[in-house]
């Protein structure tokens, strides 16, 4: 069951981890205040079920900390995830009273929850909030396409390293080397990307006796150059494909 988070419901918008990166980006003054009138804090712990595919959808929300999956089955039984959820992704569409995917913490999550009546006319009202929504929608759109080329071109290694340089630019910071917490295991990048747990270690691997990535415990992977890992993905050092 999800948890009210009241010690973050105390805390000023300002101070928030994704002020910059998440809907309310462009917002300032009145514009926070009346989101904070609407907002609320929840936390889920890994494994648990946030929203099931098909149900009601109360609520849009931003994810603060933490990364959930994105999973659409099929009439058989057989299910695919489909995409991650990362600090500042939007979770939930304004209009949309079903949700379209079943969503699932991978590690404990807390989200940034907003009343969905309440957002949708704050939306009717303030275009540049509705304008920052467009952006935001825009950009998880190319990232849907770049993942096809992901699938269906990429070779395993390519793979691989292009999932740790997504997860290692969102956790970034201006400390270096990059690191992250890798969310997902072994099992679940296999089932992501297409590929058997033992190709997946076999990369994963490979790619640390190379140099390009050093592992820190069961999770924790640090990058020290970042264009060397693009490389590998199959990208240039701005992560655009290359030819």
């Known amino acids: ?51 099931l595919e098909g149900d009601a959808l109360p609520f849009v929300a931003s994810i603060v900390t933490g990364c959930a999956t994105l999973t659409r089955s099929m009439e058989d039984g057989r299910m695919q995830m489909v995409g991650l959820l990362l600090p500042s992704d939007f979770v939930g569409r304004p209009g949309r009273v079903a949700a379209p995917y079943e969503v699932v913490a991978v590690t404990d999550v807390t989200m940034c929850m907003f009343d969905r009546p309440a957002f949708e ?26 993942w096809m080329l992901v699938l269906g071109r990429k070779t395993a290694r390519e793979k691989v390293a292009t999932l740790l340089s997504i997860v290692l630019r969102r956790a970034s910071t201006a400390a270096r080397p990059l690191r992250a917490d890798l969310p997902l295991t072994r099992e679940a990048m296999a089932t992501y990307l297409g590929l058997t747990i033992e190709t997946v270690s076999r990369q994963i691997s490979a790619l640390r006796k190379d140099g390009i990535i050093r592992l820190e415990g069961t999770r924790g992977v640090l990058c020290d150059d970042l264009s060397a890992l693009l490389i590998e993905a199959g990208d240039d050092d701005d992560g655009d494909f290359l030819d």
């Open 1 to 51: 069951m999800p948890r009210v988070d009241l010690m973050l419901a105390k805390e000023d918008c300002n101070q928030c981890p994704i002020r910059h990166r998440a809907v309310c980006a462009t917002c300032d003054g009145p514009e926070l205040d009346r989101l904070a009138s609407m907002k609320s804090y929840r936390s889920w712990k890994a494994g648990e079920t946030i929203v």
């Open 121 to 146: 006319k704050m939306m009717s009202e303030t275009p540049h909030v509705a304008h920052r929504l467009l952006e935001m929608s825009l950009d998880e759109l190319d990232a849907a396409r770049d």
